[in-house]
């Protein structure tokens, strides 16, 4: 009989991986939207709100302190408000997916967003880094009751230009589903393999540009007046340095860019969400503190 030769495992480091959630609810009451809820498990945590514009609208400020996701990372965020409470979210910096490690186990991400009868959300984080090599799955699902609001964006840097290092290699799912009332309006689906699929090189995809950015606002009803906001955030395009445009599906304003620099895409949607706050939640745009920092 042969003798069985062992075979030698390499344990997995569980150490640096984190399973993280974190799970926030706002409601509106007498002293304004507070935080009702605010549950987290790893490290996700919000700085207690803030309230620049008053106690009607809560500034908060979500904090992942590893600062990035490294192979086996689970992210969870869930962000519910309640019937006629307000909120903005953001983040103080970029988020980042480092390379993934030999194993090739994802990296996730999964946001929630569920907006209240008569209230409003405003999820405008800073940009994603993805690094070359990542393995990653980005989803966001939002849903909205009736007469809900919800501005909304995204901004994606593909690899580390500033050190020539493109994303050549590497896997990227990114989703996004809306609902409103429970009927599917806008679902976006991007998956990017650069080592055998020629999508971020194609003229029909992302033209070889590192950064892509989508900016949802909406529902603007059918009688809504829209035609002039529409006008004035193709102006906003039009002087953009590098590709970008605007464009009204169904009940949803979207503002898209691709270019090469994240802070452009930034400065773009931070001028059309100026514009556009006004008309849909009847307030001038109010910067998050940490913005200027």
């Known amino acids: 009989m042969n003798a069985i030769t062992p075979v030698k495992v390499t344990p997995i480091d569980t150490a640096s991986r984190w399973q993280a959630e974190l799970n926030l609810g706002l409601v509106n009451t007498a002293r304004g939207t507070v935080l009702r809820r605010c549950r987290h498990k790893g490290p996700l945590y919000v700085q207690k709100p803030f309230y620049p514009e008053g106690r009607e609208l809560a500034h908060l400020y979500l904090l992942h302190?590893?600062?990035g996701m490294v192979s086996g990372?689970?992210?969870?965020i869930n962000v519910e408000t309640a019937s006629h409470a307000q909120a903005l979210v953001?983040?103080?910096g970029a988020g980042r997916v480092y390379r993934a490690r030999p194993d090739r186990s994802l990296q996730k991400q999964q946001i929630k967003l569920k907006v209240g009868a008569h209230s409003s959300l405003e999820w405008l984080?800073?940009?994603n880094?993805?690094?070359?090599?990542a393995c990653t799955e980005l989803s966001i699902d939002i849903e909205l009751e009736e007469a809900a609001s919800v501005i909304f964006w995204e901004i994606t840097c593909l690899g580390l230009q500033a050190s020539n290092e493109p994303f050549d290699r590497g896997q990227v799912d990114q989703r996004l589903q809306l609902y409103r009332q429970e009927r599917l309006k806008l679902r976006e689906v991007l998956r990017l393999q650069p080592e055998s699929n020629r999508l971020m090189q194609s003229r029909a995809g992302l033209n070889g540009c590192s950064v892509n950015g989508l900016m949802v606002a909406g529902p603007f009803l059918p009688d809504s007046?829209?035609?002039e906001l529409m006008e004035q955030l193709r102006a906003c395009c039009d002087d953009a340095a590098e590709l970008a445009g605007i464009s009204l599906?169904?009940?949803f304003i979207q503002v898209r860019y691709l270019g090469n620099c994240s802070e452009a895409a930034r400065l773009l949607f931070t001028r059309c969400w100026k514009l556009i706050r006004p008309k849909l939640l009847g307030r001038d745009g109010c910067e998050p503190r940490i913005w200027a920092t």
């Not at 990372?73 to 969870?76: G, I, N, R």
């Not at 880094?129 to 090599?133: A, G, K, M, R, T």
């Open 65 to 67: 302190p590893p600062g």
């Open 73 to 76: 990372d689970d992210l969870k």
């Open 90 to 92: 953001t983040t103080p």
């Open 125 to 127: 984080p800073l940009e």
């Open 129 to 133: 880094i993805i690094f070359p090599d």
């Open 225 to 227: 007046d829209t035609e």
């Open 249 to 251: 599906n169904d009940e």
